[in-house]
Every structure is written in C-alpha cells, then in structure tokens.
C-alpha cells in the first residue's frame, strides 16, 4: 500500500489540483521538488509514464551568470483534512484463498490536518527567460542527459506545507480460529486461537515541505550557448541542435534491407526485422541517436495489442539471454533482492540508459558484469530490455515491488501476467467502469498466499478485488499502472523461464 505521505498528497491532488499537478510519493524526495528543480525522463514505452527523476540541479544553476530568478506568486493559507475510520467483520474460510478457518475484525482509523500555500511562476515572468544563454561551456550534467537522449522539465508550481504537521495511522486486528497463509498484512504465518494485534504509525513532515507539483520542458536549441525555452508542448524533444543534426538523414536509404527512416526523435531504433506486422522484431545495428516509426499522437490512440506488440519486442531481445540458462537465472536471482531498494533500481538504470558501464555496488553490479560476458551479435542488446523492465518497474508502488519479490519466490509470474492480460484485453479502449469477472480457471492456481498477493497487485494499480470474489470494475486510472505491470511480468517471466 502507498506510504502514508504518499496516500496524504495523492488526496490532496485528487481535491485540490488538476490534471498538470503531480504528486510527490516519498517525503525523502520532496526536497527536489523545489521551485526552478530539474526533471528528467528518457522513456522506454507508450504505455506508461515513467516517473520524474530529480536531477539535483536548478535552472538557475545551468543558466550564464546575469540571468534573474523570476518572481513567483504566492497564495493565502488553505486547509487540508482528512480523516478516515473503517471496521470490517468477516469469516474466513479455504474458498477466500488460505488455509483454515477464522472470524476476524479489523480496524484502520487515518488522520491529517494540514495547512498550505501554492507558490507558482506566472506565464509572464517565465518568458522573461526565453531566449536566456546558458553556461559555456556546457555544463558536463547537461552532456549527459544529451548522450542519454533525455527529455528535461522545470518545476514551475509547488504545493508546501506552511506549518509542521503530524500524520496518524492506527490500525488493529482481532482473529478467533485457525488460520494459515495470508489473508491481511497484518496477519502473516500461522494463527492458532485468538490473536489481537495492533499497529500505530506517525509520520511529522515539516514546514516547506513540498507535496505536489507542476512542471514544462525545457528546450533548448542550438549548442554550447544554446537559447532556452520553457515549453508546455509534450512533443518537444528537448535538445533541439540533435534533431536539427539528424534532418540531413531523414532521407537516407541504409543499406542490408534497412528502412527509410522519416520521424525524427532521440534514443535507440527499433525495426522490424521482418516487414510483416505483428511477427518479431529486434533491434537495428544503428545505435547513434535514432530516428524510430512514426508513433501515435498520443497514448489513446493504441489498443491492447500495441502494447503486446511492445513488450513481444523487448522479451524477444531479452530471449536472448536466455539461451544462456546461467546467465538468465544471475540475472534473476540478482534483480529480486533489488526490489526493496527503489534507489538500486534507479542507479542501475541510470548506468543501462547512458550505456557507460559504470562501477556498481551489490547485485546491481553483478547484473552488469554478466551482461559483459558472453558473445552474441551486435544488433541483440539485452540492456535494453532490462532497461524497459527497470521502468516498468518504477512505474509500480513500494509495496508492488514488494509483492513481487514474494511472486518470483514462489514462481506464479505467468498465471499473474495471464490474470493482467485478462483484465486489460477487453477493457484497454474503455474510459468508464466496467464490471469484469476472472476466470476461475486462472485463479485456481493462485489458490492460497499467491492468490493474497496477486490480489495486492491489482488493488495497487487501483481495481478494488475481494478474496472471496472473481468480480471487479474496471476503472481508467488502473490502466497505466496495469500496463506497467503486465510488462513487468512478461519480462521476468521470460527470466524464469531459462
């Protein structure tokens, strides 16, 4: 489940923010989320939004010196409470999906008051820094987001806290009976008779503290001292001088059966290898930066089988791999205990999106060395599909990655990726609720702790799911975070697999 500062400010964006205003998920973050902070992403999918990454530096830091800090706005006070009591009563038999048989009742009581100001840059003072120069020469951070092919945002609007505040989550649980797996996270093992347990969690967030946020990309054209331009136009790239280097090559024809290529944009090809669409696809010999397929205008535009299409692509390359069964099963093992690290994820992906090889500590070094080692042609690059794998994964909460450490112990990766695929297929076009029943047949194998934990999943990507019930509704706002997850799946279980 999210943390509580995170449950706190996805709430206070849900009643207070529109659809530009983002939420902060970790309280050890917030302090890049400041104003003039820059973001970054080098998206891997068309299905899923990777999550912004603080690069640690200002706009203020890589701009020439003379250039001003724009003069922000800022509002009254506002008030913020949230307080949240729920009881449940219930049996709990063999057909919910444990072992045994208990009666139980749990109590969760939550609580918040907190008080905030919006401080924003308005649109007239941001344009004072169009056109401003940047630092020459340029600073090495700005190098390695272009090497990276990374698009680059500015935070323009912060939600802060304006007083300390302290926030309550109480909970308690009283079970009677016997009663073996996992039917609550408060319960885990084996409980025999009656057991009361309670659980009490604060957490005190202190004035300033950023909650929630807004942000438009930074472009800059030209190079070395480049203009600057804050954009709010989604299909900007941000380093301009790349496209501008790779308009002589629109038209070129390459040689051995390669496309034309015609759109222009920033990272790695991917092409077809057979011109028949739907079969498999790997990736070119070109590695400069790319020129790729022309894409839809926006993500409402692809159905389902996009994205099948999508993730067929990156488990082929990584199938790869798995011809080597040593190399696949090192690579597995080590990505498990990284799961608990979120940090060790984002290092490990950071090194993969530069492809510089850097020194890693702990497995995520490991996993670095054997993709060194072995031979295999130089259009297959199975970095790359660890990469996708690596955000899919950023995309899902703490407690999915959690979740899914317990999943590829226990080795129910495939009949999970069928119970998502089962889910979106139908329901990937449709923007309202629509009721939806799983199949008994796919949840027969789950029967137990797998079936607790593969219903965690679902409830994290938002669809509300009853142990003791097949039935859900649909809801839009799943769709990403399922999406994430489904890919997630595929890939690691093209791992075990091996």
Not at 224 to 249: H, M, N, P
């Amino acid at each position: 489940m999210p943390s509580i500062f995170e449950r706190v400010s996805k709430k206070m964006v849900k009643n207070f923010g529109g659809k530009d205003l983002r939420p902060v998920r970790s309280l050890l973050d917030a302090t890049h989320f400041r104003q003039f902070s820059i973001l970054r992403k080098n998206p891997q999918s068309q299905f899923w939004e990777q999550p912004d990454i603080p690069a640690e530096y200002s706009l203020m830091d890589i701009l020439a010196s003379g250039s001003s800090v724009p003069e922000v706005e800022v509002t009254r006070p506002l008030f913020f409470s949230d307080t949240v009591i729920q009881k449940w009563k219930a049996g709990v038999s063999v057909s919910a999906g444990v072992d045994g048989s208990a009666s139980g009742e749990f109590t969760q009581s939550r609580g918040s008051t907190l008080e905030f100001q919006k401080v924003t840059v308005p649109s007239r003072n941001l344009e004072r820094l169009q056109n401003s120069k940047l630092l020459d020469p340029e600073p090495s951070f700005l190098k390695h987001c272009r090497e990276r092919g990374d698009n680059l945002y500015v935070v323009t609007e912060v939600i802060e806290l304006t007083n300390s505040t302290t926030l309550h989550d109480k909970s308690s649980v009283n079970t009677l009976g016997k009663l073996s797996g996992s039917w609550n996270i408060l319960i885990k093992g084996e409980v025999q008779g009656q057991i009361v347990k309670d659980g009490a969690m604060t957490l005190t967030i202190p004035q300033g503290t950023v909650m929630a946020y807004k942000k438009k990309q930074l472009v800059i054209k030209g190079n070395g001292v480049a203009f600057l331009l804050i954009s709010t136009d989604a299909k900007q790239k941000t380093f301009q001088d790349e496209l501008l280097k790779l308009q002589g090559c629109s038209r070129t024809h390459f040689k051995s059966g390669q496309p034309v290529l015609s759109s222009l944009s920033i990272g790695r090809i991917e092409e077809p290898f057979w011109q028949e669409p739907g079969i498999g696809h790997r990736s070119s010999l070109i590695t400069v930066p790319s020129l790729e397929p022309k894409q839809a205008s926006s993500r409402g535009a692809f159905d389902f089988k996009h994205l099948q299409e999508e993730v067929f692509r990156k488990t082929e390359a990584l199938a790869q791999l798995s011809k080597d069964v040593q190399l696949s099963k090192d690579v597995f093992y080590n990505i498990l205990p990284m799961l608990g690290d979120r940090g060790a994820l984002q290092d490990l992906m950071d090194v993969l999106d530069l492809d510089s090889w850097d020194h890693l500590k702990g497995p995520g070094s490991i996993i670095l060395n054997k993709l060194r080692q072995g031979s295999r042609p130089p259009w297959v690059k199975p970095q790359d599909s660890i990469l996708y794998l690596l955000q899919a994964m950023m995309v899902l909460s703490d407690t999915q990655l959690e979740l899914l450490a317990l999943s590829m112990e226990k080795r129910i990766l495939l009949w999970q990726r069928e119970l998502v695929r089962i889910i979106l297929e139908p329901n990937f076009k449709y923007p309202w609720s629509i009721p939806f029943t799983l199949p008994p047949e796919l949840l027969a194998p789950l029967q137990g702790e797998g079936l607790a934990i593969t219903y965690g999943l679902l409830e994290e990507c938002g669809l509300k799911m009853e142990l003791n019930s097949p039935r859900s509704t649909w809801d839009l706002e799943a769709k990403m975070p399922l999406s994430a997850l489904y890919g997630t799946l595929s890939l690691l279980q093209q791992l075990a697999e091996a």
